[in-house]
């Protein structure tokens, strides 16, 4: 999208545009070496991602470890630093904003984290884990700040008592309900779940995703959901994005991305991804990929996926396939994608 | 019906705690013929991972206090540490979870791999190598010889694993134990490790019992499932049956909790309540009592044995060895 155009949307936001939009973005991470510390390469963890997300949906991301899924998520919300290209919140170009006009849309996003055991601060009561946010937006003060802890408890079906507690009093279920509350006190419209329930009790993790479900309802969120189990992802989004090697390299609506892959990487990751079914599980057909994710300090020319592609043919080295349309909401990066 | 491999006899292995007495493992009893793949789910907590290791006698610092582990007319729980070592390795193998933890850092991984063989073989170096390579080879490492003189830094999560399996498998081990070996694991990995252990049962017979929280994993590769929680086993069977038809309301809830790749509606997830039980001061009766949705009075007084329920499983629930079926929104 041309510069112009920002411009534009930036004057005349509606809640119809989309809530954040990402052109170019991308996120290196320096590597020094030698005695004199100097930069020889670069990790380019995020490198080069188009993508928008709308008001009240739920965006879900995948790809495996290491493909920038969760540096993507940060520097959105600007806690890493882009090292190129733009983000938009709300139609306002975001990027390089500091201090109090960041801080002024900080109070518009939130993030939910993966470990609840790392996250919580262990000598922190619950209260002020809750309050703290509210502290530093100077949000509610003395009986107010109180109430709105309170408050805050019941939305994520806890009792208000237990905001005299530390964190080491609850389980892992708990604990992330206390991160959910912490992510709401601010009352974001934007939040970013960076793996939330990865880290808990299979029984435990539907009751996690009802409740962010409950909770999306409820206060009208949208949702940047990043995940490695693509069950989970379908499941509570409305549209997926794949990830791989620092690019996006498929987007559709969860659906039809499971009924027709057309990127290469998502049919195998679909088909890695065992269906606690044992009658459809024997009776399925796998595309076991050869070898490992390539390294992202040098990432293979053209399509990163190509080494481990069983499509990939001499041309997929010399260019890098761009994303293009594949009918409605679905866009894919290949030169020769799934039918 | 084949003859039994390995045979475990109302186990029960215990953690001596500041808090209490922890109860880890709370009489398992489960036997695996050769050959066979048995699959051991439950959470975190569920005593799964302490059966797995009560086995292999390396379940210390808990205690197995009472129970029998019958391998080859032999109870393992009292033979000596001596013949204990001979056991492990050589007749049962255990792969394990982290397979960044498990190599040591400072050695060739070859050197690793080989030394299994060196052991229990009594192989010289030259020859305990050769076996490692190619072993490594049949685990899918790519150039074996050279990949034999890396340290296991320089391997990836995925190669490790292979790696560790590779070290399993030198001595030509009867059982496999697999405690959650693809956990740590992207799925893409996930699903060559889980390719490459199906060859390992098929090619060279092993008995597998696989040890995961994941489902879809085990309706994948196992025949037989065994479900725990708390310490015991609450449903035993073929997994197409364990699956289709759930005998106990643990298993009937977990499965319907978890969300499918090929659910065609989006529907609401329906979550088991509550928290997963305090070891040390469990709930009175039935551990899931209170957790459950089909809950009697009998469930939270009597202890449920496990005892057949329908024609192929077994069931440790007074609901539905009463007759009465799962079922519900």
Redesign the interface.
Known sequence: MPETAHVQLKKAWTASDPLVSVHGLKTWFPISSGVLQRTTAHVRAVDGVDLEIKKGETLGLVG??GCGKSTLGRTIIRLLDPTAGTIHFKGEDITHQRGTTLREHRRDMAMIFQDPYASLDPRQTVGDIIGEPLDIHGLAKGRERQNRIYELLQVVGMNPRFADRYPHEF?G??RQRIGIARALAVGPTFIVCDEPISAL???????I??LL?RLQSKFDLTYLFIA?D???V???SNRVAVMYLGKIVEVAPG?QL?RRPRHPYTG???????????????G?E?V??QG??ASPVNPPSGCRFRTRCPRARPHCAEEEPPLESFGAEHLAACFYPLD | MPETLLEVQDLHTVFKTKAGVVKAVDGVSFEISPGETLGIVGESGSGKSVTALSVMRLQRPGKIVSGKVMFKGRDLTKVSEGEMREVRGQDIAMIFQDPMTSLNPVFRTGWQVAEPVRLHHGLEKAKAMDVAVSMLGKVGIPSPATRARDYPHQFSGGMRQRAMIAMGLTTTPKVLIADEPTTALDVTIQAQILDLLRHVNRDFGTATILITHNLGVVAGMCERVMVMYAGRVVEAGPTVDVFAHPKHPYTWSLLRSIPRLDAERHEPLKPIEGLPPDLIDLPTGCAFHPRCKFTIERCSRDVPVLNRVGDTQLAACWVTQSGVELKGA
């Open positions: 495996e470890s389980s279920g708990q009790d299979v029984s435990i993790q539907a009751q995703i009802n479900e490695h693509l069950s989970v379908k499941h509570i659906g499971y195998s990751l679909l088909s890695a991804i065992p269906i606690p079914d044992p009658v459809i599980e024997r399925r796998r076991i990929l490992d994710v």
